[in-house]
């Protein structure tokens, strides 16, 4: 699916800043203690983020990947035993966003990826060794699996550019701050805020970075077609 323009033009203006104004919400009230309007403006934030990428003509799986974000958002707000469901629906999201990145992902040199993919997993090595034992036994596996499929999912952000390598690497930052406390590590100050302002970031940041690079290929697919000339699959 390729970017086409808004057809509703007060549409892509509207939608951007009401994602803007429900993230602001969320971050103050997240850090106020303001429950019912934290829950309530978290529960937008990805509908919000998805509507403004299906305007601006995003991949379908883009959508699918926020939609399992607003899954895991909406579940961790339960709390309780509903937050086993929501990491499995954040996991699902990295899924979605594998297959995307691998579609719509840019060549990188071996020696970038090699290197990128060397302190990847030293990193999730580095952080298996610290928190796993500090966490509650049930959580160990799921923690351990999600973990390592979050650090893939943030690694091949690097193949999308800049911004969807920054929104990889601050949803693995976000996580690992919800890991943290999970391990008794005990919050930070305004600790909601650090995970939710990370977390906010990285899917608009994925998002822009995956509708970036799909406009930045128009032009040169344009050039092939009319030269005649069939572009490489992705």
């Given at each position: 699916m390729t970017t086409t323009a808004p057809r509703a033009p007060w549409l892509g203006k509207a939608l951007p800043a009401a994602f803007v104004l429900a993230s602001a919400v969320n971050l103050v009230t997240v850090s106020t203690g303001h429950g019912t309007v934290e829950t309530v403006s978290k529960a937008l934030l990805m509908p919000l983020l998805a509507a403004t990428a299906a305007l601006a003509g995003a991949p379908r799986v883009l959508l699918v990947a926020l939609a399992f974000g607003w899954g895991g958002d909406v579940m961790l707000s339960w709390g309780g035993d509903a937050f086993l469901v929501g990491m499995g629906s954040f996991a699902l999201g990295h899924i979605a966003y594998l297959v995307l990145l691998r579609r719509h992902g840019a060549d990188r040199s071996r020696a970038a990826s090699v290197g990128s993919a060397v302190v990847y997993a030293a990193g999730l090595a580095a952080l298996m060794v610290l928190l796993l034992p500090d966490l509650p036994a049930d959580l160990r596996v799921p923690v351990a699996g999600y973990s390592c499929l979050l650090t893939a999912m943030?690694?091949?952000?690097?193949?999308?550019?800049?911004?969807?390598?920054?929104?990889?690497?601050?949803?693995?930052?976000?996580?690992?701050?919800?890991?943290?406390?999970?391990?008794?590590?005990?919050?930070?100050?305004?600790?909601?805020?650090w995970v939710m302002s990370t977390y906010i970031a990285a899917q608009a940041l994925l998002a822009a970075g995956v509708c970036g690079r799909m406009r930045s290929r128009e032009p040169r697919a344009a050039a092939l077609t009319a030269t005649g000339s069939a572009p490489a699959a992705p």
């Open positions: 943030a690694w091949a952000a690097g193949r999308a550019g800049r911004l969807a390598a920054a929104g990889g690497a601050l949803f693995l930052l976000s996580d690992t701050l919800i890991a943290a406390e999970l391990a008794g590590w005990g919050p930070l100050p305004v600790h909601g805020l």
